[in-house]
C-alpha cells in the first residue's frame, strides 16, 4: 500500500512538472489525529464541539488530502461510554447521536464532515462506524486545517468521558515555489 501512494507521488510529480506548475513533489504523509476525552477526567459537554488533534501544512507548503478514514471510537472501561444529559446528571445516556467527525477549515470557512453517529447506550456501541471515511481528494495551503472533534446531532446537552476517536489521513505534501 505505501508503494501504491508513492506511485501515484510520482505520478503527480511527472505531470506537475510537465504542466510546469510551481509545485515540488516533498513527501507523502499517513497520520493519524486523535480526539481524546480521558475517563480520568471531568465530564465534558459535547453540545458545542469538543476539538482534539488537528494538522496543516506548514508555510511554503501544500497538502493534498487522498484520504481520510474514522476508527470506531473506542471506550476506556468495559461498560461503554460514560456520560449522562448535562442538565440531567443522574439521567444516562440510553440512545443519542454522538458523532466524530472532521473540520475542514480553509482560513475563513469551515465545514465539519461526521461519519460515526448514532451511539446505543444499551448496546455500548456505535453505528454506521466501521472506519468510514471521505475518499475524495482536496487541497489545503498552509491557512488551512484538519481537526478532529467529538460533537452532537441533537438538541439535548450531552457530557461524556472515557472515549478516544482516531482518523487516518493520507496525504502527500508538496513545496511551492
Given amino acids: 500500500m505505501v508503494f501504491r501512494k ?8 511527472i505531470s506537475f512538472n510537465s504542466f510546469g ?5 516533498s513527501r507523502v504523509i499517513d497520520t493519524i489525529i486523535t480526539v481524546n476525552i480521558p475517563i480520568d477526567g471531568p465530564l465534558v459537554d459535547i453540545s458545542t464541539p469538543f476539538y482534539g488533534g488537528s494538522i496543516s501544512p506548514k508555510a511554503g507548503k501544500v497538502f493534498k ?3 481520510s478514514n474514522f476508527e470506531k471510537p473506542s471506550f476506556s472501561n468495559l461498560y461503554g461510554l460514560s456520560g449522562s444529559y448535562c442538565n440531567n446528571p443522574s439521567n444516562d ?3 443519542h447521536y454522538i458523532k466524530l467527525g472532521m473540520e475542514i477549515f480553509d482560513g475563513t470557512n469551515s465545514i465539519i464532515v461526521d461519519n460515526v453517529d ?3 447506550g ?3 456501541s456505535f453505528h454506521n462506524a466501521n472506519s468510514q471515511g471521505n475518499n475524495s481528494t482536496f487541497w489545503m495551503n498552509s491557512e488551512s486545517s484538519i481537526n478532529i472533534l467529538f460533537g452532537i446531532n441533537g438538541t ?3 457530557c461524556i468521558k472515557g472515549i478516544t476517536g482516531k482518523l487516518f ?9
Fill in 156 to 158: 439535548s446537552p450531552i
Fill in 118 to 120: 448514532a451511539y446505543d
Fill in 21 to 25: 506548475q510551481e509545485l515540488q513533489f
Fill in 6 to 13: 508513492y506511485l501515484i507521488a510520482l505520478g503527480f510529480l
Fill in 65 to 67: 488530502v487522498i484520504s
Fill in 169 to 177: 489521513l493520507s496525504i502527500i505534501e508538496f513545496n511551492v515555489e
Fill in 93 to 95: 445516556i440510553q440512545y
Fill in 122 to 124: 444499551t448496546n455500548h
